[in-house]
Each structure stands twice: as C-alpha cells, then as structure tokens.
C-alpha cells in the first residue's frame, strides 16, 4: 500500500488513528489522484472516506491533523503500537474501493 500519510494521536484518554493511501496516481503531484482516508480509535473499526485530489489536498489534511495533536509516524511504529492495524486497515479499505 502506498502510503501517503499515517498520523497518531494520543493524549488524555484520546488514542487514534489517521492517515492516506494513494489508491491511483496521475503520474503528477498536481493530477488528480485517488487516496482513502482512514481514521478511528486505536483499537476499533476504522471509518473510510474516498478523496479525489491532489497531494497537495492530502497534504493540507494532514496539517489540520498535526494542528488537533497527531504525530507523523511510520508504518512500522505504528505496528508497534496497535499490531492489529494492518488487518484491520486491509479490510477497511478494501471495502472502500469497492464503494468507489
């Protein structure tokens, strides 16, 4: 999977999940691109969304996302934290191409 954001927020009882996956590229970073958005709480069923834009639609997404408390981490750290991830993003976005 590409990718294009992972984002993880915990503080207080707050402990959550966002991030972008670039379902199809235009070959530019200005084309329109395909990503599914993916967010919930570490844990529970992740929601979907279907984002038609650019990387810069992407980009500005996860700037509010820093503003609310998430930190950029990598896949790996995120496994580390919440190894069920994977599984449960797998499903969860295949079911959102589906509905694309």
């Given amino acids: 999977m590409n990718y294009e954001h992972i984002g993880w927020c915990r503080e207080g009882t707050s402990d959550k999940v966002w991030g972008a996956i670039c379902l199809s590229h235009s070959g530019t970073s200005y084309g329109d691109n395909k990503y ?3 967010w919930g709480r570490r844990g529970k069923k992740l929601q979907t969304k279907i984002v038609e834009g650019n990387n ?5 997404m996860f700037i509010k996302k820093q503003d609310k408390g998430y ?7 995120l496994n580390e934290v919440y ?6 993003l797998e499903k969860t976005a295949f079911w959102a191409t589906l509905r694309a």
């Fill in 36 to 38: 599914v958005t993916f």
């Fill in 56 to 60: 810069w639609t992407i980009n500005l």
């Fill in 71 to 77: 930190v950029s981490v990598d896949i790996k750290r």
């Fill in 83 to 88: 190894p069920e991830f994977q599984q449960d």
